[in-house]
C-alpha cells in the first residue's frame, strides 16, 4: 500500500444547521479511514507529518477542526464546549464520510473525544490511538484526575490540584486566564508549543502554580515575547495556526475546560462502564509533566477500562506529535500491522 507521490493536503468544510467543520484530508477516497484529532491550543494541520505518511501508506486520512478551533464553527457560549456535542460533530462528520469503522487517533483534549466518541458508539471504531493522554472512563474532569495526582510530587497541602491548578484556574478566572492568553497571541502559542524536557521528570509543573502566580503569565498577563521552535511546527503551519486564534481568540478553545458536570453526566450514560472494547493504543510522553502515566495513577481507569491496550512511551513532552513524529508514525504503523488492522 506504499505510494511514490507526496500526498495532497485537500481543505473541506461539512455544514449542517447545527454545525460547520473544517477539515483537510488526503490519500485515497476509496482507503481505510483513519481520523485524527487534535486538542488544545491546537488545530488540525498538527498531523500533517502524520497525514502524509499514513495516505501513502493508504489510507483515507481525515484531520477536523474540533469545535471552537480552527476553521469550525465556535458558538458563543461556553456551554457549547461540552464533549457530548463534540462527539455529535465528530459523529455527523464521519456519516458524511461514509460511516465505515475507522481508525480514531486523539491528542490532548482529541483523547477525550475519542474515547467518548468510541464508548458511546463502538461500531463507528476498529481501533484507537490515544496520544499524551489517558482516557478516563468517568469522563476527563477535575474531579475524576485530581485524585489520580502524584502526591509525592504535589503535596496535598501544598498543591491541592497538582497539576490540574491550571484548570482550576480557568474554572474560577475564566476571564482573566483568556485575556492573558489573547494578550499576544503569537507569543501565548510560541511559549505553549514547547520539547519536553527531559530534566522536568519528577518536578513540579509549571501549570501547578497557575493560580499562586496569579495567572499563566504572573503578573505580566501576557506571554513573554518568545520565537517559536520549528522542529515542533513547520513556520508555515505555524502561521496558519497564529492567524487561526487571532481570527477567533482563546475563548473558545478554552470553554472546553468549563464543562465538567456535563461531561461527567455524559461520560456515565456510555455503555458498559465505559469500557472500550476494541483494540487502543496509548503513546505516553516520558517528559510530560502534566500527563504522563508514568510512576504515577493517572493511567489506571484507562488500564482497567480497556480489554486490548497496548502501552508504550517516548522520550517527548506533551506535544508528542508534533516533537516525535516519524517515531509516532512508526509505532503506530506496527501496532495496526500487529493488530491486523
Known amino acids: 500500500m506504499t505510494g511514490f507521490h507526496q500526498p495532497t493536503l485537500v481543505s473541506r468544510t461539512f455544514s449542517m444547521p447545527r454545525h460547520t467543520t473544517h477539515y483537510i484530508e488526503c490519500g485515497p477516497s476509496d482507503g481505510p479511514l483513519m481520523i485524527f484529532l487534535h486538542g488544545w491550543p491546537s488545530i488540525s494541520l498538527m498531523w500533517r507529518a502524520q497525514l502524509d505518511a499514513f495516505a ?3 489510507w483515507h486520512c481525515v484531520a477536523p477542526d474540533l469545535r471552537g478551533f480552527g476553521g469550525s ?41 475519542v474515547g ?28 475524576t484526575i485530581v485524585p489520580l495526582v502524584d502526591r509525592a510530587i504535589y503535596p496535598d497541602d501544598q498543591y491541592p490540584d497538582g497539576q ?30 514547547r520539547p519536553g524536557d527531559p530534566a522536568a521528570i519528577g518536578k ?10 496569579g495567572g499563566r503569565f504572573g503578573k505580566a498577563h501576557r506571554a513573554p515575547p518568545t520565537k517559536p521552535d520549528p522542529g515542533i511546527w513547520p513556520s508555515a503551519d505555524f502561521d496558519v495556526l497564529v492567524q487561526s486564534f487571532e ?17 461527567i453526566a455524559y461520560a456515565r450514560e456510555a455503555p458498559d462502564g465505559g469500557r472500550l472494547s476494541q483494540p ?17 495513577r493517572q493511567g489506571d481507569p484507562m488500564r482497567a477500562a480497556c480489554s486490548d491496550l ?7 513532552g506533551h506535544w508528542l506529535p508534533l516533537e516525535r513524529k516519524v517515531e509516532l508514525i512508526q509505532v503506530i504503523r506496527s501496532w495496526l500491522e500487529s493488530k491486523k488492522l
Not at 458563543?76 to 487517533?105: C, F, K, Q, R
Not at 482550576?168 to 485575556?179: G, L
Request: net charge negative; hydrophobic share 45%.
Open 280 to 296: 487502543v493504543l496509548f503513546v505516553n510522553g516520558d517528559f510530560d509533566q502534566v500527563c504522563t502515566i508514568i510512576g504515577n
Open 116 to 143: 467518548e466518541l468510541v464508548a458511546h458508539q463502538p461500531a463507528r471504531s476498529r481501533g484507537v490511538v490515544l496520544t499524551s493522554l489517558a482516557y478516563q472512563p468517568d469522563g476527563h474532569a477535575l474531579r
Open 204 to 213: 513540579v509543573a509549571p501549570l501547578a502554580v497557575v493560580t499562586r502566580n
Open 247 to 263: 481570527a477567533r481568540g482563546f475563548g473558545p478553545s478554552c470553554a472546553w475546560y468549563m464543562n465538567d458536570a456535563a461531561d
Open 310 to 316: 497496548t502501552v508504550t512511551s517516548m522520550p517527548a
Open 73 to 113: 464553527s465556535a458558538p458563543a457560549s461556553n456551554d457549547a464546549y461540552a464533549i457530548e456535542d463534540v462527539v455529535t460533530d465528530m459523529a455527523d462528520l464521519h456519516d458524511h464520510l461514509g460511516g465505515e469503522p475507522a481508525i480514531w487517533i486523539g491528542h490532548d483534549w482529541g483523547c477525550v473525544v
Open 164 to 193: 490540574w491548578d491550571y484548570y482550576r484556574y480557568y474554572t474560577k478566572h475564566f476571564e482573566t486566564a483568556v485575556a492573558d492568553l489573547d494578550a499576544d497571541k503569537a507569543a501565548s502559542l510560541a511559549s505553549i508549543f
Open 56 to 58: 501513502a501508506d493508504g
